[in-house]
T-cell receptor, first 116, second 114 residues
Framework: GAVVSQHPSWVICKSGTSVKIECRSL??????MFWYRQFPKQSLMLMAT?????????EQGVEKDKFLINHASLTLSTLTVTSAHPEDSSFYIC????????????FGPGTRLLVL | AQSVTQPDIHITVSEGASLELRCNYS??????LFWYVQSPGQGLQLLLK??????LVQGIKGFEAEFKRSQSSFNLRKPSVHWSDAAEYFC????????????FGQGTTLQVKP
């Protein structure tokens, strides 16, 4: 099946610093990728849609200046949490659909972010 | 507004017993429906999906789900649960228009007793 990777798998940073998370589709191309956020014991909330070669589309209530998304190639999307604060601590998961159809998403393993 | 409800937050079953996890959705059009499983600290793995056609769909690991339009439900079932099935299960609705966006239910934690 399709494989999506994320790097790093976990990161600890100081408050005020920025953190970059990478999402890669390993064996297929993805013109669109999705970023989700998951708090402990809660469901996944869609943050934004990452579009290759154009601006990301953010869901209502998500600060686009806080969560910078860049989709530089057909296999890579990055999420940068800028000026991170403890409330940004969460589990961030990306997904990508198989090229040619958006119906089925394949998810990355997630990145655990802890902001001290 | 579109929504997905998983009424059971936590379910405990004995190993070897049957399992049914409930999922109800609210969506105006015919939805694309998914069940995902998440092990602790891991990403999501697709168990099965329904797009159209036969309303009983088979998935991996012996799971199946039945789409019932009249009840707006897509319940997940497994005849005999294994200890390795203990995990978090998420039902999700994919919106039409081929956007790829998913709306997730709150999740059901499955605990398996030996």
């Amino acid at each position: 099946g399709a494989v999506v990777s994320q790097h790093p798998s976990w990161v600890i940073c100081k408050s005020g610093t920025s953190v970059k998370i990478e999402c890669r589709s390993l064996d297929f191309q993805a013109t669109t990728m999705f970023w989700y956020r998951q708090f402990p014991k809660q469901s996944l909330m869609l943050m934004a849609t990452s579009n290759e070669g154009s601006k990301a589309t953010y869901e209502q209530g998500v600060e686009k200046d806080k969560f910078l998304i860049n989709h530089a190639s057909l296999t890579l999307s990055t999420l940068t949490v800028t000026s991170a604060h403890p409330e940004d601590s969460s589990f961030y998961i990306c997904s990508a659909p198989i090229a040619g159809g958006q119906k089925t998403q394949y998810f990355g393993p997630g990145t655990r972010l802890l902001v001290l | 507004a579109q929504s997905v409800t998983q009424p059971d937050i936590h379910i405990t079953v004995s190993e070897g017993a049957s399992l049914e996890l409930r999922c109800n959705y609210s969506y105006g059009a015919t939805p694309y429906l998914f069940w995902y499983v998440q092990s602790p600290g891991q990403g999501l793995q697709l168990l099965l999906k329904y797009f159209s056609g036969d309303t009983l769909v088979q998935g991996i690991k012996g799971f199946e789900a039945e789409f019932k339009r009249s009840q707006s439900s897509f319940n997940l079932r497994k005849p005999s649960v294994h200890w390795s099935d203990a995990a978090e299960y998420f039902c999700a609705v994919g919106l039409s228009g081929n956007t790829g966006k998913l709306i997730f239910g709150q999740g059901t934690t499955l605990q398996v007793k030996p």
